[in-house]
């Protein structure tokens, strides 16, 4: 078992920026890609940034230039840069891990809200 906790969600204007942190504990020796995933109201949860245990990322489209994950080596915290935000960035962004031998764990979600 892995335990996500998330933080660093909140209110900002367009073009403002956030970062998201994410803690996990327990079973961690197992983590082996780690990432974001965000849902918004009305829509399916969709993929956001990935980085896999050699740092190589994996970005949604919409975010390429404007995210930025990264990871510790400890297998402990992944954290989301987000810049430049837009209105359609709003959502709930989840924190998750898999592990090595191909389980996924998720955060409760933390909130992102880009508003005027």
């Known amino acids: 078992q892995v335990q996500l906790v998330e933080s660093g969600g909140g209110s900002v204007q367009p073009g403002g920026s956030l970062r998201l942190s994410c803690y996990a504990s327990?079973?961690?020796?197992?983590?082996?890609?780690m990432g974001w995933y965000r849902q918004a109201l009305g829509k399916q949860r969709e993929m956001v940034a990935t980085?896999?245990?050699?740092?190589?990322?994996n970005y949604a489209d919409s975010v390429k230039g404007r995210f930025a994950v990264y990871r510790d080596n400890t297998k402990t915290t992944v954290g989301l840069q987000m810049t430049n935000l837009k209105p359609e960035d709003t959502a709930v962004y989840y924190c998750?891990?898999?592990?090595?031998?191909?389980?996924?764990?998720w955060g409760p979600g933390t909130q992102v809200t880009v508003s005027s």
């Open positions: 998750y891990v898999r592990t090595t031998n191909g389980v996924d764990f």
């Open positions: 327990g079973n961690n020796r197992m983590v082996s890609r």
């Open positions: 980085i896999a245990g050699d740092m190589s990322r």
